[in-house]
């Protein structure tokens, strides 16, 4: 009898901890859909930030607006390796059209990491230094990051013609569009982030 009602009660226990647990990653789901309504990606942009909160721990929007530039920045210097490989090689088959098609990508494409990075730089930095600087930051974020996004457009329309083979165009500009949508949430989400820190200035200070 006895070893029966423990075995209850450790079953019982089981059972709360899993639908705690179901709970805790419903309430994050919600949340995390909440934050990417805004996006035009939506399933691209829970799919990035899903995995980062936990049952104790929901992240600020100025959080997910870095960790989806963070993933913008780590994509986009993932096709720049990926880029740089395909054009060693072609330059090794001695074809100068396709070689020069993916040099002038390489160059948009190494501007696009730069600015992407100082965009994560900035965001971090958001907040630290009094607000009158807030707007500043702001807008060097935007513009970089619509700048990385205008490269990435930039290369994938270079890529697009003749030169280079269809199997390796099209390689290419699957790792373009991820840097395109990435980029595109990075940008709604941080406006979602710079909209709610001034609606909660004003409550603070009407």
Not at 48 to 61: C, H
Not at 108 to 132: A, F, R, Y
Not at 143 to 165: P, Y
Request: proline share 3%; glycine share 4%.
């Amino acid at each position: 009898m006895a070893q029966m009602t423990f075995s209850l009660l450790v079953l019982s226990l089981t059972i709360l901890g899993f639908l705690g647990t179901v709970e805790s990653r419903s309430r994050a789901r919600t949340y995390i859909e909440a934050q990417c309504r805004t996006t035009l990606y939506f399933d691209l942009c829970v799919k990035t930030l899903l995995p980062y909160p936990n049952k104790n721990d929901l992240p600020s929007p100025q959080k997910l607006a870095q960790i989806s530039l963070t993933t913008c920045l780590a994509k986009t210097r993932f096709t720049k390796a990926y880029v740089d490989m395909v054009a060693k090689q072609l330059n090794k088959t001695k074809n100068p059209g396709e070689y020069q098609a993916l040099e002038d990508c390489l160059r948009q494409i190494n501007n696009g990491v730069n600015q992407i990075t100082l965009s994560v730089k900035e965001l971090q930095e958001m907040g630290k230094d009094g607000e009158e600087k807030f707007s500043w930051h702001e807008s060097n974020v935007q513009s970089w990051v619509s700048a990385a996004l205008t490269d990435a457009t930039t290369c994938m329309d270079g890529i697009l013609g003749d030169e280079i083979g269809s199997k390796t165009k099209s390689m290419i500009k699957a790792r373009f569009l991820n840097v395109k949508q990435l980029a595109s949430n990075s940008i709604a989400l941080f406006s979602r982030f710079t909209a709610r820190h001034r609606a909660s200035r004003a409550i603070k200070n009407p």
